[in-house]
Structure formats: C-alpha cells, structure tokens
C-alpha cells in the first residue's frame, strides 16, 4: 500500500482511491511529518480515531499535489527546525482554504507564513504545563478550562492581530490560535502527557474539518466474525500466534466466531495458537504467555524450533537467502503442528500491504515491485487458510482488534520483522549469535520501557555484527562482538530518523550489556538516517 506520498500522478490517485474503498470513506487527510520525535504517535492517535491518514512528504508534496488530492483536513507535526529557518514545504497549502491544524513547529510554519513573528524564547518551555484555554473554540469542546500539555519548544509566536489566541501557557502567550482555515498549539496533543490530547485531534478531525467518516471497525469486526462463524462451524483452526497486533487481532476474531462451549464436537480445544520459538525477541513469548496462555477460548503451543532454524540457515549469508530458509521452516512447522491437532483451517495474520510487498498486485492493475518476501504470503498450505486481515492495512487492522478488545499494549508494540533476529544478525546464523542477540535485546527494549523511552520510539533494534574488538574483562584480555544499537523517530517506516536517544542512558545500556553478555565486547550506536540507511539492518 501506499506509504508516504511524495508526489500525485493518476496511479497514486488510484491507489488512494482503493484504499478508500477498502476504509469505506470518501474523506482523507494529510498529516504532513516535519521530524518530531513524537510524529508516529500523531498517526496512532489519528488511526485509533478511525480516520483514514495519509503521511506526506514536506520536501517533495506541492499544493497542487494537494488540491488533487481533496483532503478533509491537514496536519503539520513538531520537528527540530525553526519556521524563521523556513524548512522545506510549500507555503502555498496553506492558503488552499482546507483547515489545517499545526502543532508546535507546524503552526509557528503557518504563523510565519501570514506575517506573525516567531522569533527564539527567553524562556523556552519543555515538558509538562498548565495551559488555559481563553476562549471558546470547536478545538477545545468538552475540555476543562485548564489541563497539562506537554511542550518541547525553543521558539514563541508573539501576539499579532492576525490571531485569534485561543490558548495560553504561564512562558508562551499564544500557545493556541486560530486564523481562518488556520488552527494552532504550541504543545503536543499526541502524547499522553497532554491530559486531553487525544479530544483536541478529535475536535479537530469532527468539529472544525466536519469529517463524517470513522473507519466502521466494530461494524467490519461483525462482518468478519459472521463470516467465520459460518465458515469454521464447530471444525478446528491452527493459528500461527507471535503476540503482535495482527496475529493478536485474528486470534480474538476468532475468539467471538467459536461456539460459547470454545470447543469442537469432541469437546477438544477448538482453536490452536501456536507460538514458534528460536528467532524471536524474549518478550515476544512473554507478552503471548501473558495475555493468551490463560484463556479458556484457545490453546497455547509454544514450538522451540531452534534446531530447525539454525540448520536451515546454515551456511546462509545474504538476507534474502535467509528470509526465504525461515520461510520454510515456517511452514513446515505450521504444517506439521495442524495435522497433529487435526484442523482444518490455518489462520494467520496476513495484512493487504504484506501482499503488496510481496510483489502482488493492486485491483488497479498496477505492477508492483517484490520489496521484501513475506514469511507468511503465498505458502501454498496443504489446508485451507483463514486471512481474515487480508483486506486490511496496519491501521485498520489495529481498529478491529480495538473493537475486540485486544489490549492496547499488543496493538502498539514496536513492529518486528517477520523474520525474527536473523536480520539482526550479520553473516551466518548461529547458535551463539542467537543467544546474544536474545541477550542484548532483552537487555536494550528493558530499559527503554526503564527510562519512559519505549512509547517515543517508533521502532529499535539490537545488531550484532561481524566485527570482533579487542576487550579487557577483569585482569585478561578477551574478545567480543560489537554490538550495534538503533532507535528511529519514523511515522510508518517509510522515511525514519536516528533517535536522539539521552547519552546517559546509552552509556547505561552499553555497560549492562558488557558487564551481562561475555561474549559482547563494545557497543556502538547507529546515527543513520533512512534514507540513506534502512530501519533494519538487514
């Protein structure tokens, strides 16, 4: 699917148009990302809202581009830069008369753009302040007067007779204001630190854009379990289970199509998860014990497939050759654990966009290029396969499992590769550099949960290397790997940039790994953005 858009043509308007089709929504909006660390929660919030939001790219996307388009409304996140330093972006979009919300560094941007001074702050304002709305405003309905928001700003937009200020902080005296089509806050209603964040982007979409359409997920999630209802009776499902949001969601799918016994006419356990262990991360297989390994509506099979992974891959390199000998295995142990259990059916959590990227077509007939081959596409499965996911994206998947009631922590964990840790590994896989790598990312997502750092990363990753350093532990001397970590502020993955994460706290995850790990010798931190780099490693 569609990532970020960067340009319009009559094949982009094509892909908007079926993804629409796919939302049942005629209405679109923008959120344009300008590099705040936070951005990705701009789109979570926006996804769980059930509006449908497409992330544009500043530098390359004009207000024709726009125009074509038609959004409903238009968001400019926070970022690094100054508006007076005038960042990439065509100032024209904001005299299209679409509302436009600006957060932070996205509405000092339109500030600048009508002729309002912004100019660096005495007294600059970061963390968590009292704001006080001054005025009634369709932003601000059905919130008290005044709240906490989060602020992380150099610059001030000083008072103009070009605003209507809305809002007020004790060091920032027009923190919300309004001009026309033009809607801004000094602070960041994405995150949680702002106690009515999420109300304000709802006022914004609802109130001020007069958007109609909410992704009907409860309806579709109806839909889906009618259909599984009467597809799978009271037969028996296998269902490949790693704990993510996808694979959480058809599982709770399933969940509400089994019969109130949860049981097959035998009175056995009608759905299987099987959880395959050797190349995932260490909480994966916690998070799947803790919130699927008591429930009375399935069972829980936990596969140590290490042995098969790692002969599998023996003598494999290149990360292609790779994904496709995990591919195998994958399948294999599918297979084998479904006719041990006697189903019928194997159900995976397969998305519209792991089609797409795996090179299958859009309804339009567009060619599309094999990105990367997903594990779990075009297995050809001995039994018939149950996707019920398989017409959705990411967001709109997260939205049914919501509907459902998947916990949230499930539906907004980092993303992981399909393949495991084999694309955290450099050269051949073994089983020492298994272990290490299930080591050291332990060690790595701990103590960024430690530090409140998880939730303002979109994604983070703990690489061991080829490359062997000389290290001194106690009085000998020794040798170890080196050990690469990265972190990225992205929206959706399609364009990320090296997280700024605290150097103290590096220097914490360094010496835990060091000290922990014997066979770690340095640690070393990517700064890379994509592009150049990819987010993975491999």
Avoid at 299 to 315: C, H, M, R
Avoid at 338 to 355: E, N, P
Avoid at 372 to 387: D, R
Wanted: hydrophobic share 40%; aromatic share 8%.
């Amino acid at each position: 699917m569609l990532q970020t858009l960067k340009h319009v043509n009559e094949e982009i308007l094509k892909e908007i148009a079926e993804e629409k089709q796919i939302r049942k929504t005629n209405e679109i909006f923008l959120l344009f990302s300008l590099g705040s660390q936070f951005d990705h929660l701009i789109k979570q919030k926006l996804d769980s809202l059930g509006v449908f939001c497409l992330v544009a790219d500043p530098a390359s996307v004009t207000a024709l581009d726009v125009k074509k388009v038609n959004p409903t409304g238009i968001i400019l996140s926070g970022g690094p830069a100054s508006a007076y330093e005038q960042p990439p972006f065509d100032g024209k979009i904001f005299d299209l008369k679409i509302p436009v919300l600006g957060i932070c560094l996205g509405f000092q941007m339109w500030a600048y753009h009508i002729g309002v001074p912004v100019v660096p702050s005495e007294k600059r304002e970061f963390g968590t302040h009292k704001f006080t709305a001054t005025k009634e405003s369709a932003l601000f309905d059905d919130i008290p007067k005044i709240s906490d928001v989060l602020e992380s700003h150099g610059d001030r937009i000083e008072p103009d007779n070009k605003l209507e200020i809305i809002g007020v902080t004790e060091n920032a005296p027009t923190a919300a204001a309004h001009h026309k089509n033009l809607w801004g806050v000094q602070f960041h209603p994405e995150v949680t630190e702002s106690e009515f964040g999420e109300k304000i982007l709802e006022n914004f979409c609802f109130k001020v854009c007069g958007a109609k359409d909410k992704f009907p997920a409860s309806e579709i999630a109806k839909k889906k379990v009618l259909e599984l209802k009467e597809k799978i009776g009271n037969k028996k499902v296998l269902l490949a289970l790693s704990g993510g949001s996808d694979s959480s969601t058809v599982a709770y799918l399933l969940k509400e199509a089994l019969d109130d016994s949860h049981q097959d006419g035998n009175h056995q356990p009608q759905i299987l998860g099987v959880y395959i262990k050797g190349i995932d991360r260490p909480d994966d297989e916690a998070h799947v014990l803790e919130y699927f390994g008591k429930q009375d509506w399935l069972q829980v099979k936990i596969l140590d497939a290490t042995d098969k992974f790692l002969e599998a891959l023996s003598g494999k390199t290149s990360m292609r050759d790779k994904r496709l000998a995990m591919r195998g295995i994958y399948k294999q142990v599918l297979e084998t654990e479904a006719k041990d259990f006697g189903a019928d059916f194997i159900a995976q959590g397969t998305l519209y966009t792991d089609v797409s990227e795996s090179g299958g077509g859009y309804d339009s007939g567009a060619k599309k290029a094999q990105i990367k081959i997903h594990h779990n596409v075009n297995l050809g499965f001995s039994l018939p396969e149950i996707e019920p996911l398989i017409d959705c994206v990411k967001d709109t998947g997260r939205n049914i499992g919501r509907a459902l009631g998947v916990p949230e922590v499930l539906l907004v964990r980092h993303p992981f590769p399909g393949p495991g840790l084999i694309v955290r590994i450099e050269g051949e896989i073994t089983a020492n550099k298994l272990s290490v790598a299930r080591k050291i990312d332990d060690i790595y997502i701990q103590e960024l949960r430690s530090w409140s750092l998880y939730e303002t990363i979109w994604q983070a990753g703990a690489v061991v290397t080829n490359s062997v350093t000389t290290a001194t532990k106690g009085d000998d001397a020794a040798e170890g790997y080196v050990i690469a970590l990265w972190a990225v502020w992205s929206v959706n993955g399609f364009t990320a940039r090296s997280a700024e994460l605290p150097y103290e706290f590096l220097k914490h995850v360094s010496r835990r790994i060091t000290n922990e790990v014997r066979e770690a010798g340095a640690v070393v931190y990517r700064i890379s953005d994509k592009p150049p780099a990819t987010i993975e490693w491999g």
